[in-house]
C-alpha cells in the first residue's frame, strides 16, 4: 500500500499467453514479480524505473529519454541499492513515441532471478500506465527469465528498437 500512497498504481504483467511480447493480451494486474507493487520481494522491494519517474524519485538526471530512431550505449546503474547514483531507468520510444515507451531497468538485488543478475528488465509504458513485458514468450520459465542477459538481443522489429545489454560493471 505504500506506492498507492505516492499515487502509483499496482505493478502489472502484460500477460499474452506467451504467443507475444507487446501483442494482444491481458492487464495481470499484481503480475510484476519484480517490482513492491506487483508480486515483487517484500520488504527489499523497489519500484520500477517508470514508477520511480513519476514520483519524482529520478529526476532528470537519473534516466535517459532516448531518440526515435537514434542509436547509442548507455550506462545503466541498479535501481535497487539505496547508494546508488547515474543514469538507473531507460526510457526508449515505442512505435514512433507518443504515449508507448519501452522502459529498461537493473534490478541486481533480486538475488534468485539469474536472468536480472546479468540483464535488465522491460516494462511497457502506454498512456501512462506500465507493464512487465516477458521478452522470451513461450518459455518454460514463463515471466521469470524475461530479462535481457548480456550478450542477448531483445527486438521490436515494428518499433525498430533493439535492446541488448553489452558489459556489466562494477
Known amino acids: 500500500e505504500f506506492g498507492h500512497n505516492y499515487g502509483l498504481g499496482h505493478a502489472s504483467f502484460w500477460d499474452t499467453s506467451g504467443s ?19 508480486g515483487g520481494p517484500d520488504p527489499e522491494g523497489h519500484f520500477h524505473p517508470q514508477a520511480k519517474k513519476k514520483i519524482a524519485w529520478l529526476d532528470t538526471a537519473d534516466w535517459v529519454d532516448t531518440s526515435v530512431g537514434g542509436s547509442g550505449t548507455h550506462r545503466l546503474y541498479r535501481g535497487d541499492h539505496k547508494d546508488t547514483t547515474g543514469v538507473r531507468g531507460l526510457r526508449v520510444p515505442k512505435n514512433g513515441g507518443g504515449n508507448h515507451y519501452y522502459w529498461i531497468g537493473y534490478r541486481k538485488g ?61
Not at 20 to 38: A, K, R
Not at 131 to 151: E, F, M, N, R, Y
Open 20 to 38: 507475444s511480447v507487446v501483442g494482444s493480451g491481458f492487464n495481470d494486474e499484481y503480475g510484476n514479480d519484480f517490482d513492491i507493487m506487483g
Open 110 to 170: 533480486i538475488l534468485t532471478n539469474a536472468y536480472l543478475q546479468s540483464g535488465v528488465v522491460l516494462n511497457w509504458e502506454k498512456s501512462g500506465r506500465s507493464w512487465l513485458i516477458d521478452t522470451t514468450p513461450g518459455s518454460a520459465d514463463g515471466k521469470s527469465d524475461g530479462g535481457v542477459v548480456i550478450g542477448q538481443t531483445y527486438s521490436d522489429p515494428s518499433a525498430e528498437v533493439h535492446i541488448t545489454p553489452v558489459a556489466q560493471g562494477g
